[in-house]
């Protein structure tokens, strides 16, 4: 018998999470049965988090429930042929050390997974962080070599792969982070410009300054203000994928902020928000696609990594905060 130690919702967030929020239970789990449905043992070793657990968490979520997430794990024991222990599996089972699954719901690491690569890179670069600017740039921006594209946090986990897919498809890149340090790496890892949108005097200047001409695809994690000041320096038929707005989802009082149709109308512009769920069933060929360019060293990852399962809330809170370069994971 396993006691699995998991993460549940204490409290529905009131504006910016805190480690109160959170209730740290012990859950007991039953021995595998034959014949059963539920044939797999799993035990995490990466968890992810993620700034779009803020804003699920309220819409999909009930107070004692598990937090959700992803995870990587291994496979402990197993009375189903299609999983090997000691197999590594990517699952959405939301914060938890180990759980039980009948294999429906889990993701094998691709076969070809190099020996080599951390298996963490299967919750960011090589993972779903990794295919949402994968598709954001290839399907939504529909991104072209020769063009400017612009991306905000863009030292995070889905904005640091956006600039480098971009750079190999033949693109300017421009990104915007929260401290010199971010903005450096930016520089290391190949982007054109960046800059601390924190401390420069003017955002529209900032920008104006980096695209003189504008900008042709803008890849939005953030919305609020910085959304509102870029729009208006897009490129006539530009397109803008809303992939985020982390800056307001710790919000009291919804913001107010300027309207988009005149930019929207006068540029033609095309404005489309997105999920990566979207393109599951391409899941394969944007896996395949991002491991060739990690194994090529085309793109680099960087990951900011917590140690203990006891730390999953402070490594949210800070990832919401901004304090982390590129992905942001747990090991357990």
């Known amino acids: 018998m396993v006691i699995a130690k998991a993460w549940a919702l204490k409290k529905h967030f009131d504006g ?20 059963g449905e539920e044939k797999l043992l799993l035990e995490s070793v990466f968890l992810s988090v993620d700034p779009y657990m803020r804003p699920y968490s ?44 009948d294999g429906k719901d889990l993701q094998l690491l691709p076969s070809n997974w190099p020996e080599s690569l951390p298996k ?28 400017t594209v612009l991306v905000n ?28 340090d971010k903005v450096a790496y930016l520089k290391k890892i190949g982007f054109d410009e960046a800059f601390n949108y924190k401390t420069v005097k003017s955002l529209d200047e900032a920008l104006r300054k980096a695209s003189p001409d504008g900008y042709d695809c803008f890849f939005d994690n953030v919305g609020g203000e910085f959304a509102s000041v870029a729009i208006n320096q897009m490129k006539k038929y530009g397109r803008i994928a809303v992939c985020g707005a982390i800056s307001q989802y ?35 060929e944007g896996l395949q696609a991002l491991l060739k360019w990690v194994m090529e060293g085309k793109v680099k990852c960087h990951e900011q990594v917590t140690e203990g399962f006891e730390n999953m809330p402070m490594a949210f809170i800070r990832m919401l905060k901004g304090e982390n370069l590129g992905k942001a994971v747990v090991k357990v």
């Open 250 to 284: 710790n919000d009291y009082v919804p913001q107010k902020g300027p309207y988009v149709q005149l930019p929207m109308i006068f540029k033609e512009l095309q404005m489309e928000g997105f999920l990566v769920t979207r393109w599951n069933n391409r899941r394969e």
């Open 16 to 35: 910016f999470p805190k480690t109160s929020d959170f209730d740290l239970k012990k859950i007991e789990l039953p021995n595998l049965k034959d014949g």
């Open 153 to 180: 946090a863009a030292a995070g986990a889905v904005g640091s792969v956006v600039g480098q897919l971009a750079k190999i498809g033949g693109c300017k890149v421009v990104g915007s982070a929260g401290s010199d």
């Open 58 to 101: 309220r819409r999909d979520m009930k107070e004692g429930d598990i937090m959700i997430g992803t995870q990587v794990a291994r496979i402990v024991e197993s009375k189903n042929p299609a999983f090997t222990v000691g197999a590594f599996v990517v699952a959405g089972r939301g914060w938890r050390t180990h759980f039980i699954s």
């Open 120 to 147: 963490s890179l299967a919750l960011g670069t090589v993972g779903m962080p990794g295919l949402t600017a994968y598709f954001g740039l290839l399907e939504v921006c529909k991104m072209k070599p020769g063009e």
